[in-house]
């Protein structure tokens, strides 16, 4: 979790952030996306789906998350250079769509040959993001927290008794978290070690559920070169999305603090539920 500031009054213009943040992370799911984008379709193909095509995907997930961090990190630039803005953010999403137009042609296949620049051109994303938000991408728990994204997917179907689904996914992971980062900083760089495969397994679990729903939209007739270009276009957006919502309310908290910041957000869960 970030550093606790001293506490603060949330400012309207805070607050309005963070119901842009919870409506983001707790309101929607790729899943839901998906199912509605190919009117059900989805959901057949994943009954179509055979579990060892689901194991083959969340397998190839964490080779992919573990190089794709660094690499994407290495092209934002040197820090205090100009952040990112809408051109890039287009420029990347057209870019995976390609990429999910030529995996479309040969399957699921293409998924997984296509899956490291996938994966690279959505980090690289995340990772300005996180910059833009004012995170330094040299400490090793801000490189941590840019592939905690992909574990906040599909938070918003857990059950209500479990209170913020958001703080919870984070909490879950803060232990194992922490662990890599101090690892990380105590080595040669990489992000590598017995914690840090640790935190690959986590994640990799919840973005291969997406993933395996991206695949299982291939197997039904909606699949091809078209589909396949709208699917990536449309699972960046997602992961964009919550992106921006994870940075926004680990920037909220560095200025009013961790528990300001985590109660306000429980405050418009009561108000949903």
Request: include cysteine; charged fraction near 25%; proline fraction near 4%.
């Amino acid at each position: 979790m970030t550093a606790v500031a001293p506490k603060k009054r949330f400012s309207p213009a805070a607050r309005a952030e963070l119901k842009k943040a919870f409506t983001a992370l707790e309101e929607s799911t790729f899943a839901a996306k998906l199912s509605k984008l190919t009117f059900g379709a989805t959901d057949r193909g994943m009954r179509m789906l055979p579990g060892a095509v689901v194991g083959l995907i969340e397998k190839a997930v964490g080779p992919a998350l573990d190089t794709a961090l660094a690499l994407a990190v290495r092209t934002l630039g040197k820090e205090g250079e100009a952040a990112e803005g809408p051109v890039a953010r287009h420029i990347h999403k057209a870019a995976v769509a390609v990429s999910g137009a030529a995996g479309g042609v040969t399957g699921l296949p293409g998924l997984i040959a296509e899956l490291p620049i996938t994966t690279v051109i959505m980090l690289r994303r995340i990772a300005e993001i996180a910059r833009r938000n004012g995170e330094d991408l040299n400490d090793p728990a801000t490189r941590l927290a840019c592939l905690e994204v992909f574990a906040l997917t599909g938070i918003g179907v857990a059950p209500e008794a479990l209170g913020s689904t958001y703080y919870t996914a984070r909490i879950a992971l803060h232990g194992v978290l922490k662990r890599a980062a101090d690892e990380l900083g105590k080595g040669s760089g990489r992000l590598a070690g017995a914690a840090f495969r640790g935190v690959l397994s986590k994640i990799s679990a919840k973005f291969g559920k997406d993933l395996a729903r991206v695949a299982a939209t291939r197997v039904v007739p909606v699949a091809g070169a078209t589909s396949g270009a709208v699917l990536n276009a449309l699972f960046m957006d997602h992961y964009q999305e919550l992106a921006e919502a994870h940075f926004t309310i680990r920037r909220l908290e560095r200025q009013y603090g961790a528990d300001t910041v985590r109660k306000a957000y429980e405050n418009l869960r009561k108000k949903k539920v």
